[in-house]
């Protein structure tokens, strides 16, 4: 896919069903939040609460964390136990508001989803799975103030050798049932308009 053909579909996978939601109402007032890229350049808003907040540790996530990791100046995306840090909203509440020039893609292999990282400072910003995932995660360091902590650590039969996780929240080997439960419900409710 050329690149140019890439930040079309994530633009529009981000804007074309953006709920303008009122920032006002008690349902969303705390969770309105800006994403932005290290340097300021990328912005992206989203509204609602996460779905979940997890720290994948997937051999996908993993690759490709190191290899932006990797790029000139890019800031650390691994977190200390190897686990890549998301924040999982609904696609339909996330949107780029500044910067889409800058956005880039890398994949792993083939098979992996996109990660998009923005150009000006090798930033990682959100792993693009295409539908139907009804869910987008967007790394969590991208996010200031008070940001949702980690409730789970997914995939963690792929934490590297020597490395040991700690139990401070739940540790499943793949996607657990309420990781499964929340992408097929945000679907539904998708369907229907809610």
Do not use: W
Not at 1 to 19: D, G, Q, R, W
Not at 51 to 63: P, T, V
């Amino acid at each position: 896919m050329h690149e140019e053909s890439l930040i079309e579909n994530i633009e529009n996978a981000t804007s074309k069903v953006f709920f303008i939601l009122d920032r006002g109402s008690k349902k969303f007032k705390n969770y309105f939040m800006i994403g932005r890229c290290s340097c300021g350049n990328v912005e992206l808003e989203v509204i609602g609460e996460p779905l979940l907040c997890a720290s994948c540790h997937c051999a996908d996530c993993h690759e490709g964390s190191r290899r932006i990791e990797a790029l000139p100046n890019a800031a650390p995306v691994l977190d200390s136990y190897g686990g890549t840090q998301h924040m999982v909203f609904r696609k339909d509440r996330v949107k780029y508001v500044k910067g889409t020039q800058f956005l880039k893609s890398l994949k792993v292999d083939d098979d992996s989803p996109n990660r998009v990282y923005a150009s000006c400072c090798n930033s990682y910003i959100l792993l693009d799975i295409p539908d139907p995932m009804p869910a987008i995660p967007v790394y969590r360091g991208r996010f200031q103030g008070a940001v949702p902590s980690i409730e789970m650590r997914i995939n963690a039969k792929f934490t590297s050798d020597g490395v040991s996780t700690p139990r401070d929240v739940p540790r499943y080997p793949s996607f657990p049932f309420k990781f499964v439960r929340k992408i097929i419900g945000a679907k539904i409710a998708m369907i229907f308009g809610r």
